[in-house]
T-cell receptor
Framework: DAGITQSPRHKVTETGTPVTLRCHQTENHRYMYWYRQDPGHGLRLIHYSYGVKDTDKGEVSDGYSVSRSKTEDFLLTLESATSSQTSVYFC???????????????FGQGTRLTVV | KQEVTQIPAALSVPEGENLVLNCSFTDSAIYNLQWFRQDPGKGLTSLLLIQSSQREQTSGRLNASLDKSSGRSTLYIAASQPGDSATYLCAVIYNFNKFYFGSGTKLNVKP
């Protein structure tokens, strides 16, 4: 299994509070992603990173920010949590490098976040 | 926006049956395609990656094919087992870093 660890695995928080989820990898991969998974919507990309301090938005980025200060860590912050952000959050990595063709994605075990 | 469709949404078969799961996509200019399985409450486990220059990939009892021109991929599972019960997701990859997921096929293999 790819070395991806998400923390925490479960969290309950109150509306309006900030929340940070962490994704840690031991594979030294350049690309890292944050997705959320919801019934009826499937997996949707929130943000991704293509290197240290290099990030970009996905399709559902409103209300979320990310940071990547080290290759191995990718943080997702909910600046002021809302009930609509109750979801399961997944981190993913791929070994893709410029000039290569391997985009095989590996996923973490997920973080179940409940905003009350 | 790319659309990825998986049919059927759910499938129940007796143990030992061979089965086919389908994935279709609207834009044939894909980079790669990847199949995953997801067990309840778990993350996604990579099954097979088919690069755009390939037509199929095999791993054990699994075989995935890709037909870019028709916008289709199939995942063939031979001699199904109860342990194969899970949700199977396909992801179409564009521009090497844009993943678009189908909504999945929930498979139940009955002993």
């Amino acid at each position: 299994d790819a070395g991806i660890t998400q923390s925490p695995r479960h969290k309950v928080t109150e509306t309006g509070t900030p929340v940070t989820l962490r994704c840690h990898q031991t594979e030294n991969h350049r690309y890292m992603y944050w997705y959320r998974q919801d019934p009826g919507h499937g997996l949707r990309l929130i943000h991704y990173s293509y290197g240290v301090k290099d990030t970009d938005k996905g399709e559902v980025s409103d209300g979320y920010s990310v940071s990547r200060s080290k290759t191995e860590d990718f943080l997702l912050t909910l600046e002021s949590a809302t009930s609509s952000q109750t979801s399961v959050y997944f981190c993913a990595i791929t070994p893709f490098e410029t000039g290569g063709s391997n985009t095989e994605a590996f996923f973490g075990q997920g973080t179940r976040l409940t905003v009350v | 926006k790319q659309e990825v469709t998986q049919i059927p949404a759910a499938l129940s078969v007796p143990e030992g049956e061979n089965l086919v799961l389908n994935c279709s996509f609207t834009d044939s200019a894909i980079y790669n395609l990847q199949w995953f399985r997801q067990d309840p409450g778990k993350g996604l486990t990579s099954l097979l990656l088919i690069q755009s220059s390939q037509r199929e990939q095999t791993s054990g009892r699994l075989n995935a094919s890709l037909d870019k021109s028709s916008g289709r991929s199939t995942l063939y599972i031979a001699a199904s087992q109860p342990g194969d019960s899970a949700t199977y997701l396909c992801a179409v990859i564009y521009n090497f870093n844009k993943f678009y997921f189908g909504s999945g096929t929930k498979l139940n293999v009955k002993p």
